[in-house]
């Protein structure tokens, strides 16, 4: 089994979401993030005051697969989220180490 | 006299009998439970109490202990406590009472209780019980308030009933009577404490049906208060002894055995004592309390209306209670009561520092006083009494047509709006007496309405007045949203954003899904009604028609994306309209929860608002004007190419091309330009050449796959066919296509033109090949044209970077003199500082050029280090010297 995050644009959301079900994919963790990269943040000024966005806001996915499915996810992730521009974000794939369903106790593969 | 061990066998051997006892209530008493589960009970907590009352009395009566102990010897009696012995026994409610003894507590009462309460135990009840003797509960009720409280509470139920007689008479003579203000104040202190600790129950999602504000604990309160100051006896009382009227009394009676109802049906879903209601068991009590579905709600939204509504009714008695016993904050800090007065004749400062009206005829002869008593409870900062507020409601219908149209009225209810309430939420109590829903009639809709999701915590009345208080809170002090506060005094005319804050959700009264919409509409009747000048209602219905916008579009698509930020800013079209929208899209989500607005979601709406408030401001991008122009040149277009406008092939050309492109090259160039696009397939780019018949000049359009270098490659092999570029404009479309245009002077060899043009499309090709190194082979003759074109510079040459007039460009614009092969090289500088052209616009006068440059660095950003902008300025600068 393999946890994938993924670092989004938040407007993209649905559309991966949406690619994700396509493959069979019905379940994920979402979270509202905050980060950079080589996309720095920028400034606004109004009136003499400076907005300056450090942190720019992007949506973490997170969702745990068998690892057969992994590059699956990659690709489906990658290409739905893609707009070519930069901040666009990045996939990781960790280990997992075991999984239970709560209400069932069922473990492994069968609890994702 | 028997002793104790034989007191215990006799306890033993009568078990039986006793187990029989409570056997027998357990059965009544799962009767009673079903008979109220089908809404066939009425008084459920009352005969529940009774039956319990039974058990006592036949244990009671069967006790052998008792009967050992002696009735003359050492008397007791069995008095019921708390909720049990108010006679609003609960199911999960714990049973509480008091073996009360004469003299002492015998050694035998440990038996007593094993006789009489453990068979409850046994049965699965909560008891607590304490054994006292007279004194002793005195004692203990002079000492500690919950216990005062408890015994004040009790009913004797069987047993040797002076007993019971004398601790009351005791307390009250004694210990009330000269305590009473003390009492009272440890009781209120204990309410403040609570209403801290559980919120304020009448609007929340969850409401803790005992220990909010609104629940049942405020109900208890007054009666022990009651009872401290007047003696009460039985809840009626409260209306008998003047503290609330008739009326009031019986809406508070049919508000508690609401919560009553609603709460043993709660205990009996969660299978024990709880008082919250967690949403999982708010549907199935819903389906069963409010069938009906209703105006497409569904039964638990309306079921929590309704309790919220009782809840409200609840808390609305409790705090008039409260201020007219004088408890309720009555001034700042402290400062002297004395002093405030009227200034409104007709209206009084009553001595408990409230407002009331003079008489009921003064109101009737004038009812402008009925919304001049709001005005003078913001204006003095204190609150309305109970019988002013019963007046308002009594003579509600006064509020009529020719009330409502009276502009001085509408005058004072928009100072209303405008003024921020420090203690007293005036917006508030025109909600709760009834006088809002009166004046504006559409609010009826959304009185007590919950939105049934976790995202809204409050219903949306109580949100919409909360939005107000938000945006004039939020205007008044900086408090950490600087911006908010900027814009606010900014605003020509505050009541347009207020109006939108009070009347923003008024659509979601009506079925209908889009509540934004119907919302407009709702507003724009209202304010007519009112007799707003037409810009006024257009701005406002405006903002409630579009309050979802900016948060949605922040959040659902790409803000980095200039053609995002341009359809915003033609959609919203003016800078006060955007600030306003602004302003009401953070009041609202701030009033509706904290999930709905956080620190994440804030930043992005700010970036949204920022970027199209600069769009605007320094637009022609996204004036009307620019509008009006683009939607002119479609139809056009449309016409010059003959196709349907639904057609895919047209709309996806249309597509792709960007707000500037479609602004600055007119219609028929843009035909043209599509035409060259369809023939580019896979060549790197085509090129087409025009005579420009008026100047004698030639028109070279080069539509290319863009690639960093482009522009700089094709001026580069311009120079090298010595042609001289006089004017460009370079473009690019969404889909990485670049549109480039030269004026270049004619070639000087008319005759073999054509040749020529081949020649230099091959020379072209070769460039974009990679085969050719222009910069070596432009160097000499680079070199070479500086040298003719020295000048002694009246004007001095300038670079300048700009990156505050857009959000999405670097803007560099270059002022030189001219000489062959400048535009190469200047371009050619921008490719190796890795910045990459999205828009160009090259002029020449005589001798002189002014070349501007839309730019982003080759990972799509703006150039913003302060390190690399002042570096491309003088790198610039440099190839510019002609010296």
Redesign the interface.
């Known amino acids: 089994m393999r946890k994938i995050e993924a670092i989004i644009?938040?407007?993209k959301l649905?559309e991966v979401k949406e690619k994700l079900n396509e493959i069979g994919i019905k379940g994920m963790t979402v979270v509202?993030?905050?980060g950079y990269g080589?996309?720095?943040g920028?400034?606004?000024?109004?009136?003499g005051?400076e907005?300056q966005?450090d942190f720019i806001?992007k949506i973490k996915l997170e969702i745990v697969v068998a690892a057969e499915m992994v590059e699956k996810v990659i690709e489906t992730i990658a290409n739905a989220a893609n707009?070519g521009?930069?901040?666009d974000g990045k996939i990781f794939v960790l280990p997992v180490e075991q999984a239970v369903r709560v209400r069932t106790g069922e473990r492994g593969t069968e609890a994702i | 006299m028997p002793g104790v061990e034989q007191i215990d066998i006799i306890a033993g051997a009568d078990r039986n009998v006793k187990e029989s006892i409570s056997q027998n209530l357990l059965i009544k008493r799962e009767h009673l439970i079903s008979s109220f589960l089908d809404k066939r009970e009425q008084a459920f907590t009352d005969k529940l109490s009774l039956l319990i009352d039974d058990y006592f009395r036949e244990s009671y009566e069967n006790s052998q202990v008792g009967l050992a102990l002696g009735m003359i010897k050492n008397p007791y009696a069995i008095v019921a406590l708390g909720g049990y012995g108010r006679r609003e026994q609960c199911i999960g409610s714990d049973i509480d009472i008091l073996f009360l003894f004469k003299d002492s507590v015998p050694r035998e009462a440990e038996a007593l209780i094993q006789e009489i309460v453990y068979p409850l135990w046994d049965a699965g009840f909560d008891v607590g019980h304490s054994t006292r003797s007279v004194k002793e509960c005195i004692r203990m009720a002079g000492d500690d308030i919950e216990t005062l409280m408890a015994i004040l509470d009790g009913r004797f139920i069987c047993g040797m009933s002076n007993l019971f007689v004398q601790v009351m008479e005791h307390l009250r003579r004694k210990v009330i009577r000269s305590r009473s203000g003390k009492i009272i104040s440890l009781i209120v202190e204990d309410i403040n404490g609570r209403h801290d600790r559980f919120g304020d129950a009448s609007y929340l999602l969850e409401p803790n049906l005992k220990e909010g504000k609104g629940g049942l604990r405020d109900y208890h309160t007054m009666l022990w208060i009651a009872r401290v100051k007047s003696d009460l006896r039985q809840p009626r009382d409260l209306e008998y002894l003047g503290y609330v009227s008739e009326k009031e009394f019986e809406a508070l009676e049919d508000s508690v055995s609401y919560l009553h109802a609603v709460r043993n049906r709660l205990h009996h879903l969660a299978g024990r004592k709880c008082d919250q209601l967690y949403m999982e068991y708010q549907k199935e009590i819903a389906d069963v309390i409010t069938i009906v579905k209703k105006d497409g709600k569904q039964p638990v939204e309306l079921f929590l209306g309704e309790l919220h509504g009782h809840m409200a009714c609840i808390k609305q008695q409790h705090q008039v209670f409260l201020s007219e016993m004088g408890f309720l904050k009555l001034q700042k800090k402290g400062r002297g009561i004395l002093g405030k007065r009227s200034g409104v004749s007709g209206i009084i400062v009553t001595k408990r520092n409230m407002l009331d009206f003079v008489s009921l005829e003064a109101v009737l002869k004038n009812p402008e006083l009925m919304i001049r008593i709001f005005e003078e409870s913001l204006r003095l900062s204190i609150p309305i009494s109970a019988p002013a507020k019963r007046v308002i409601k009594e003579l509600d219908y006064l509020i009529s047509g020719q009330f409502r149209n009276d502009p001085s009225i509408v005058n004072i209810f928009e100072k209303i709006l405008l003024t921020v309430s420090s203690d007293y939420n005036v917006l508030n109590e025109m909600m709760n007496t009834g006088f809002l829903t009166q004046f504006i009639p559409e609010l009826k809709g959304i009185q007590n309405l919950i939105q049934y999701n976790s995202y809204h915590i409050y219903p949306v009345d109580k949100h919409s007045l909360k939005t107000v208080e938000t945006a004039k809170k939020l205007g008044m002090k900086a408090n950490g949203h600087?911006?908010f506060h900027?814009l606010y005094h900014e605003l020509e005319d505050r009541r347009i954003l207020l109006w939108a804050c009070l009347l923003h959700d008024i659509g979601k009264s009506l079925p209908s899904k889009n509540h934004a919409e119907s919302g407009m509409i709702q507003a724009r009747n209202i304010l007519e009604r009112f007799a707003y000048p037409k810009a006024f209602v257009a701005t406002v219905s405006f903002l409630v028609g579009e309050h979802l916008y900016l948060i949605k579009t922040a959040?659902?698509?790409?803000?980095?994306?200039e053609e995002t930020v341009i359809s915003v800013a033609r959609r919203i079209s003016n800078i006060d309209q955007l600030k306003m929208l602004y302003m009401l899209t953070v009041a609202d989500a701030m009033a509706t929860g904290e999930k709905a607005w956080?620190d994440?979601?804030a930043?992005?709406v700010?970036?949204l608002f920022?970027?199209v408030?600069?769009i605007l401001k320094t637009g022609e991008l996204a004036t009307p004007e620019a509008t009006e122009i683009i939607a002119r040149k479609k139809n056009e277009l449309l016409s010059l190419r003959g196709i349907n406008a639904s057609g895919p092939e047209f709309s996806d050309s249309f597509e792709v091309m960007t707000p500037r492109y479609l602004l600055y090259v007119e219609a028929k160039d843009i035909n043209a330009h599509i035409g060259l696009y369809s023939k580019l397939g896979d060549k790197p780019f085509v090129l087409d050449v025009e005579k420009d018949e008026s100047s004698n000049t030639r028109i070279v359009t080069i539509c290319a796959k863009n690639r960093n270098g482009l522009f700089s490659m094709i001026a580069g092999g311009f120079t090298l066919n010595s042609l001289d570029i006089l004017d460009a404009q370079v473009f690019t479309w969404r889909n990485g296509i670049a549109i480039d245009v030269f004026h270049v002077t004619p070639p000087k060899d008319k005759i073999f033109e054509d040749e020529n043009w081949q020649k230099t499309e091959n020379r072209l090709l070769d460039i974009l090949s990679d085969k050719i190194n222009l910069a070596e082979k432009l160097k000499d003759r680079i070199l070479k044209g500086k040298e003719e074109k020295r000048h002694t510079s009246k004007r001095p040459l300038r670079v300048n970077v700009d990156n505050?007039s857009s959000?999405f460009y670097t803007i560099i614009e270059v002022f030189a003199y001219d000489y062959p092969g400048l535009l190469f090289s200047v371009t050619h500088e921008l490719f190796k500082h890795g910045i990459d052209i999205h828009m160009a616009k090259i002029a020449t006068k005589i001798d002189q050029v002014v070349d501007i440059f839309y730019v982003r660095n080759f990972?799509?950003?703006?150039i913003?280090s302060r390190e690399e902008t002042d570096r491309i300025k003088s790198d610039i600068l440099n190839i510019l010297e002609t010296k």
């Not at chain 1, 920028?42 to 009136?47: D, G, L, Q, S």
């Not at chain 2, 990972?859 to 703006?862: F, I, L, N, V």
């Open positions: 644009k938040p407007f649905d509202e993030v905050k080589r996309q720095k920028h400034k606004e000024i109004y009136r005051a907005y966005v806001p707009s521009k930069i901040g | 600087a911006l900027e959040t659902r698509r790409d803000i980095q994306d956080n994440w979601t930043s992005l700010r970036d920022l970027k408030l600069k505050d959000s990972s799509g950003d703006k913003e």
